[in-house]
């Protein structure tokens, strides 16, 4: 990439990084996918019980590798040989963790994440129950406003989504959203943060390179 266009795309990052802070939430810009892990280890105390939502951007940044180091408590709803009953108690013990690691499915200009879940465990963590929520989104989930956030949802992160988890929507099959009402559906439930009351609880990593969907 030029460097002259990852000017642009760092200028646009701490825009969004301020308008979030506005909203009593924390922000750091990063150059890259390998600047993520030594923010994380820096504010995760050894020990920590830490829960995951499921992210392509999470993977791609090597956070996995994090998880599993045995330096955290890592609360793994895939981990080998758990029951579906036991894979839905340790979703609900995320609610308790003290901290929550997801991505986002968009970033408005103003300082809104947008995301959308088919179970919605990764936006009720979002919206409360862990005592600290750590978000990392690459540039390419940076938007204008909402709608555009939507428009992003249906014709890129929805399809790209139930294509990597096999789903049998048709969004997987024509590569955009038909507001379908498969039983694979899983676009449910929505989740707007603006805001916040509890200030700093929710800390934000942009990240100047494309990452996810």
């Avoid at 996918?33 to 030594?38: C, E, I, S, Y």
């Avoid at 709608?147 to 048709?170: G, M």
Wanted: hydrophobic fraction near 45%.
């Amino acid at each position: 990439m030029h460097e002259a266009a990852r000017n642009v795309i760092r200028q646009r990052m701490e825009r969004t990084a301020q308008a979030l802070r506005k909203n009593n939430m924390e922000a750091v810009c990063v150059d890259s996918a390998a600047d993520v892990l030594p923010l994380l280890e820096q504010w995760i105390a050894p020990g920590s019980s830490v829960g995951m939502g499921g992210s392509v951007t999470l993977a791609e940044c090597g956070v996995g590798q994090f998880l599993h180091s045995g330096r955290v408590k890592f609360l793994d709803r895939a981990a080998p040989g758990l029951t579906d009953e036991e894979k839905d108690t340790v979703l609900r013990t995320h609610f308790s963790a003290d901290w929550f690691l997801c991505s986002a499915n968009a970033i408005t200009d103003e300082g809104e994440i947008f995301n959308v879940d088919g179970l919605a465990n990764r936006i009720a963590a979002l919206a409360f129950g862990p005592r600290n929520v750590a978000l990392v989104a690459g540039c390419n989930k940076l938007v204008k406003d909402l709608a555009e956030a939507q428009h992003r949802l249906e014709t890129l992160a929805a399809p790209a989504n139930a294509q990597r988890l096999a789903c049998k929507t048709p969004c997987a099959q024509t590569g955009v959203c038909a507001n379908c009402q498969s039983p694979a559906r899983i676009c449910c439930d929505y989740l707007v943060l603006r805001q916040q009351r509890q200030k700093g609880r929710i800390r934000v990593i942009l990240v100047a390179e494309a990452l996810g969907f």
